[in-house]
């Protein structure tokens, strides 16, 4: 028999460390805790052991140092008297130019494929289908080593493009013609794509030893404008909508403010794109060892570049495959009969609700573009990995510093392509209870 | 006033629809020609299928198996079909396919990695058909039987032939006697694997396993008394303590008393198929419980279980695979006790084993979010502990929800052993086409390993990927 | 209420609450629940949704944790001490509105598992048990079937045979028949009743009023989260003495 009147009693046994709801979990910490800085004590007191037998320390001074090698592909000025600090950057830079080619080039290949995938079209169906199952159940290293077998082996060379004297005389082409209506030379010596060239450039500025082309900043400051421009016209043209119920006929404005300053820009500064081409003499032969003109990019850009897009394409096929099933039949069916057309249907139902099931998919793709970028390293693409990774990491020994700074590089990029998803995500989950 | 009453007297017969209505006219109408832009589009493919084959199809119709180098091939082909013929030179797999798939594995034991591989599904078996004997048995049965062919195949001496297929049957009477029991066969799997694989004397594997059962039944005796959480961390300890203290003393002697053992083979014999299979299923396995140790910490309410259980998950899924190969061949060294040094296979595996483990734990996770609320509530109020929940009501379902997950991580895994070759393992695309081009009579056979060893990619991914397509449709139905 | 918190713990009191809170965030859920239940008593909580009744029932074994005040079950005190959760609710049982029986285990399975696992009978045993009760809820026949087979009826009758497994003092019903579609009702509905005359203690939370009035000692109201009104069936049907009682009772008898 017993009053339970008053509140429990409030006196500490030991036996509730491990017992009571509360100081359970706390208990459980702090052993975790204390095995964690155990473990963590334990390798860095062998790290420590390691490195005094090897006569070695931790310093990150050789970025500064002479780095003494040359990279083929290079976005900013780099010469082998550079350090390997700039190295490491300049390899960043063909990490990530290689890695937006390949996302914006998977994105198209497999937006196309995934519609075509679900056609009604049985024939092409199934191509699409075999393209999928081809290509993501065999290794992407394949890939790309296929791709760079056929850039180096299987291309002509550069001579096979020339008009010679005889040619000329007797009104026949050379064996091999550029593609892409003309402006494009696959070589066994490199791919030649034509260069945009401006005639009365705006001049260069240098940032921290990057020199950055005004004419381009200009441009693309041209470009966001445009677009702000374009929002503002949608948005009002959305409010005289709502106003009065009719939407007014705007497609030709909006045309007009997103080309219209571009255009002016890119015609008033003299943009013109310089093929590349063997010069000629006056009867028309070729002259010369190479292509003159252009920009020369190289066969391990190229390999890297088209095997990731397809080889990912797959899988935002797949993406965009689940995403347009995800939504009901029934979505569709609700919006005819609530007699919208099949455009509107598409852009104001469909389309939204799609796009919330296929972007998390494919930005994690986006992501696996980017890690795979190192598979570089079997064709020598000198991304991050084949610098600071590589070459750096060869000439100066210091694998810890290297392999950390490195690990760090990728997670950092890693991890903002993951914020911006999760910012994402969030910005359109569905609301509910 | 019209008649609005009307009886039907004579029911009508069915009627064949209006011609150009069924049959191939109808159906090419609906799926090809359906209109204008699908029209355009059939054409396309067409042309699209048109240049596929008559750019390969000659390449590979002309293949020939007989000439023993790339020039003889060469020579042949221009002889009987003209000037300019191409065809594919399979002479390049047909005397080096042993290679591609072995390595540099010992010919004359070829019936060890056969063996083990064929152990490998029986010891699925009671992993996916629990208890269930007739697929079991069907399971090791058509293992026993492929083992049996393959081992015919590369020519293995009547004797080992003979112990492989006594193996095999005794497995299959298992089977059909208690296929439950056949998990022991599971449990024993690994070191029977590294034992069959790497030899040396049976002694070293069979330690590693008796500390594992050391472990296992201080845990079993202990719990009821100290509870599950010390109990099992008693169990480790005593574990480690018999590993690290008494294992190497007790092998030794047992070595030297009762000497049963294999010709070892030395770490640089593996390669090729073998090598991608070595290091794909033991990552995979080896990363299932810690993955299902991350997820548990990953959902933990424990802040800094789950700090540490995201930041590994996080870090590990943040940086590229060619990283970790790294960190296993240039910096573990660093982090191990000085004089450490064990082979670079083995490094590989256990990097790629943590690699493969953040994902495995993403993997489940998912599995454990499909789960309805209302199961922990009813575990708990049942009265079930935290691991007992865990055990047999959460884990039993998420893991099953998860196969097909686990499944297409194991096929991306497997894609991923031919990164190993940037570490200098001779995988069977880099490492080993390497090795058999640096042969002056292939030099030139530059597309042919590609299409061999793509070829095996393909069948087992693509098989793999049908299989766990099956899996989930056929959870979809049941018990649901 | 205050006469309730003087009363005594004897043995015949199974459940005491006194000047329980709780609070999810800011929200104040449960306010100063004062309520005693004696063994063999039959209690039917109800009330508008959101009202709270769910959450009460739910702190009984501590699915939910109470801020304040104090639950008192069979004489254990509910604290954040783990060996009194493992008592209380190896000796209270839950039925809940969508059976959350275990898909991936046979009916047997699913009744066998707490007593082997938890109360550490022999398999032999809990094996008897299970099928002495699965008689009882009369669905013996289907005890090597899994749980998707079953209709929502026998589901819930597994759930209900489920806890009784454990030999539970008391039994909580969480809305069991809310879920079920009209015709399976009734085959619940008997079970518990079955169940009462055998002199369970039970607190059951539902909008079965039926139920209520044929084996129910006290029917308590509850609004807003906090309990409005008890008595008798009889007199709370036929005299609820609040508006907010009468308002609700119009509602869900009113058609």
């Known amino acids: 028999m017993a009053m339970i009147s008053e509140a429990p009693k409030g006196d500490f046994r030991l036996s509730m460390l491990i017992y009571d709801t509360r100081y359970r979990s706390v208990t459980i910490q702090v052993i975790v805790l204390g095995l964690f800085i155990l473990f963590v004590g334990w390798l860095l007191l062998n790290l420590q052991a390691n490195l005094a037998a090897k006569d070695k320390d931790i310093s990150f001074t050789f970025l500064w140092n002479r780095a003494g090698y040359d990279i083929g592909q290079q976005l900013i000025p780099y010469s082998s008297d550079d350090t390997h600090g700039r190295a490491l950057f300049v390899g960043l830079l063909n990490t990530l130019v290689v890695a937006f080619f390949a996302c914006i080039a998977a994105t198209v290949i497999g937006v196309i494929a995934g519609v075509l995938r679900l056609s009604k079209n049985w024939l092409v ?28 082996q299987a291309m002509p060379e550069a001579k096979d493009f020339k008009y010679t004297a005889e040619m000329v005389q007797q009104g026949i082409d050379p064996a091999h013609q550029k593609a892409i209506f003309g402006t494009t030379a696959f070589t066994n010596r490199g791919t030649f794509i034509p260069a945009p060239v401006v005639e009365r450039p705006l001049g260069t500025i240098t940032l921290l030893n990057v020199p950055i082309s005004l004419t381009a900043l200009a441009a693309i400051a041209i470009l966001a404008a445009s677009f702000w421009g374009n929002r503002r016209l949608l948005a009002r043209a959305k409010a005289v909508q709502e106003e009065t119920g009719l939407r007014p006929t705007i497609w030709w404005k909006s045309l007009l403010i997103l080309l219209g300053p571009i255009v002016l820009f890119l015609l008033a500064s003299g943009f013109h794109l310089d093929i590349p081409a063997f010069p000629t003499d006056e009867n028309g032969v070729s002259k010369g060892f190479n292509f003159q003109g252009g920009i020369n990019i190289g066969h391990s850009f190229m390999a890297l570049f088209i095997a990731l897009s397809i080889y990912h394409g797959t899988y935002v096929t797949e993406a965009v495959r689940a995403g347009i099933l995800a939504i009901s039949r029934g979505q569709t069916e609700a919006a005819f009969a609530l007699g919208l057309r099949p455009n509107r249907t598409m852009s104001l139902i469909i389309l939204p609700q799609a796009l919330r099931v296929i972007i998390p998919p494919l930005i994690s793709q986006y ?67 | 006033m019209p008649d609005t009453s009307f009886v039907r007297r004579e029911m009508l017969a069915p009627q064949k629809p209006p011609a150009g209505q069924s049959g191939a006219v109808k159906w090419l109408r609906e799926n090809l020609f359906s209109s204008p832009f699908n029209t355009i589009l059939t054409i396309v493919g067409l042309w699209a299928v048109y240049s596929l084959v008559s750019g390969a199809a000659p390449w590979l119709l002309n293949g020939m198996w007989s000439p023993s180098s790339v020039d003889e091939c060469r020579e042949v082909l221009t002889n009987t079909l003209g000037e300019g013929a191409t065809g594919a030179c399979w002479g390049v797999v047909r005397t080096r396919w042993h290679q591609f798939m072995f390595g540099f594995y010992d010919q004359s034991a070829y019936w060890r990695p056969l063996l083990a591989f064929a152990l490998l599904f029986v010891s699925l078996a009671p992993v996916l058909y629990f208890g269930l004997r007739s697929p079991s048995l069907m399971m090791v049965g058509g293992a026993g039987a492929l083992l049996v062919l393959a081992l015919w195949g590369v020519g293995t001496d009547s004797w080992h032939l003979a112990l492989a297929f006594g193996v095999m049957v005794a497995l299959a009477a298992l089977a059909w006697v208690a296929p439950k029991r056949l998990l022991w066969v599971t449990l024993a799997f690994p070191a029977t694997a590294y034992y069959l694989l790497w030899g040396g004397p049976v002694w070293g594997p069979i330690g590693v396993m008796v500390g594992f059962g050391v472990a296992y039944f201080v845990w079993h005796a202990a719990q009821v008394k100290i509870g599950v959480t010390p109990a099992a961390a008693l169990g480790i300890a005593l574990a480690l303590v018999w590993w690290l203290m008494l294992q190497g003393k007790v092998t030794a002697v047992l070595a030297m008393a009762v000497p049963i053992e294999l010709p070892a083979q030395s770490p640089d014999k593996f390669g ?68 450490t040094n064990f082979d670079l296979i083995l490094r590989v595996i256990i990097l790629v084993s943590l690699f493969a483990s953040a994902y495995i734990a993403e993997v489940i996770r998912g599995g454990m979010a499909s789960l309805p609320r209302g199961q922990q509530e009813a575990a708990d109020a049942l009265g079930l502990d935290y691991w007992q929940a865990q055990r047999l009501i959460i884990m039993p379902q998420a893991l099953k929800v998860s196969i097909p997950g686990i499944v297409s991580s194991f096929i991306s895994l497997f894609k991923d052993t031919t990164l190993v ?5 001779a995988d069977p695309l880099v490492g080993i086409t390497r090795i058999v081009r640096s042969d002056i009579y292939w030099k030139a056979a530059y597309w042919e390993p590609f299409v061999f060893v793509g070829a095996i990619f393909f069948i087992f991914c693509f098989s793999m990927s049908r299989y766990s397509m099956y899996l989930e449709n056929k959870l979809k139905t049941d018990h649901r | 209420m205050a006469k309730t918190a003087q009363m005594h713990v004897t043995d ?114 809990a094996v008897d048990t299970a099928m002495y009760f699965l008689e009882k809820v009369k669905i013996p026949e289907q005890a090597s079937k899994y749980p998707g087979q079953l209709s929502g009826g026998q589901q819930q009758r597994v759930a209900i045979a489920r806890s009784l497994c454990m030999r539970p003092r008391i039994m909580l019903f969480d809305e069991p028949t809310s879920a079920l579609d009209p015709e399976m009702i009734k085959e619940v509905l008997d079970t518990m009743i079955e169940l009462a005359e055998d002199g369970m203690t039970m607190i059951c939370v539902t909008h079965e009023m039926g139920f209520a009035q044929a084996v129910a000692n006290r029917v308590v109201f509850m609004d807003q989260g906090q309990i409005v009104e008890q008595n008798e069936p009889k007199e709370f049907f036929a005299n609820p003495k609040s508006d907010r009682t009468k308002l609700f009772l119009s509602q869900i008898l009113g058609h």
């Not at chain 2, 070759?421 to 393992?425: N, Q």
């Open chain 1, 367 to 433: 992501l696996n573009i980017t890690k795979n970028t190192t598979l570089g390293m079997a064709i020598s693409y000198l991304d991050l990995k084949g610098t600071l990774g590589g070459i750096t990491l060869n000439q100066t020994g210091r694998e810890l510093e290297c392999m950390l700074l490195m690990m760090l590089i990728y997670l950092i990029l890693s991890l903002t392509i993951s914020l911006g998803m999760n910012i994402f995500n969030n910005s359109v989950k569905l609301k509910e209870r």
């Open chain 2, 272 to 339: 090729g198929f073998l090598l991608s299979f070595i290091i794909g299923v033991s990552a995979i396995s080896a990363s299932l419980p810690l993955g299902i140790l991350l997820a548990l910490g990953r959902r933990s309410d424990m802040l800094l279980i789950k700090t540490l259980s995201v930041g590994f998950i996080e870090f590990v899924r943040g940086v590229p695979l060619i990283t970790m190969l790294f960190t296993a061949s240039l910096l573990l060294q660093y982090f191990l006790p000085p004089q």
């Open chain 1, 125 to 152: 169906g199934r191509l699409m289908t075999i393209y999928v199952e081809i290509f993501r159940n065999i290794p992407l290293l394949l890939w790309i080593i296929l791709a760079f077998t056929v850039f180096s």
């Open chain 2, 421 to 425: 070759a940037l570490v200098g393992l």
């Open chain 3, 12 to 125: 015949e009191v199974a459940i005491q609450i006194t000047a329980m809170n709780k609070w999810y965030g800011q929200f104040h859920v449960l306010r100063d629940i004062n309520m005693t239940v004696n063994r063999g008593e039959r209690i039917v909580v109800c009330g508008p949704s959101g009202s709270g009744k769910s959450t009460l029932i739910r702190c009984i074994n501590r699915l939910e944790e109470h801020q304040s005040g104090q639950i008192i079950v069979d004489g254990t005190e509910l604290t954040s001490d783990l060996k009194n959760i493992d008592k209380v609710r190896s000796e209270v049982g839950m039925v809940f509105q969508h059976f959350n029986l275990f898909p991936h285990l046979t009916i047997l399975e699913n009744l066998t598992l707490a007593p082997i696992w938890v109360r550490k009978v022999p398999k032999r045993e």
